[in-house]
């Protein structure tokens, strides 16, 4: 089942350190952040841990700006 974003990302916090979450507004604004941050190193990857519809959505985005 699907948890609130806060509360999934205060248990990466928690378990992983602040440094392992980050917060966005959007959907969008959080792929736009991962994608810089995946570029500023090589091999780097994103994963998107959503619903399936928003999965759906970031894997129609990445395949339309060419993401690899």
Do not use: Y
């Not at 609130?4 to 205060?10: R, Y």
């Not at 959907?27 to 500023?40: I, K, M, Q, V």
């Amino acid at each position: 089942r699907a948890i609130p974003f806060d509360e999934l990302a205060m248990l990466v916090v928690n378990n992983a350190g602040q440094d392992a979450a980050f917060q966005f507004a959007s959907p969008n604004e959080a792929l736009d952040r991962a994608r810089e941050w995946a570029l500023e190193a090589p091999r780097r990857a994103v994963l998107v841990a959503a619903s399936i519809t928003l999965a759906g959505e970031a894997k129609a985005r990445a395949a339309a700006e060419g993401w690899k």
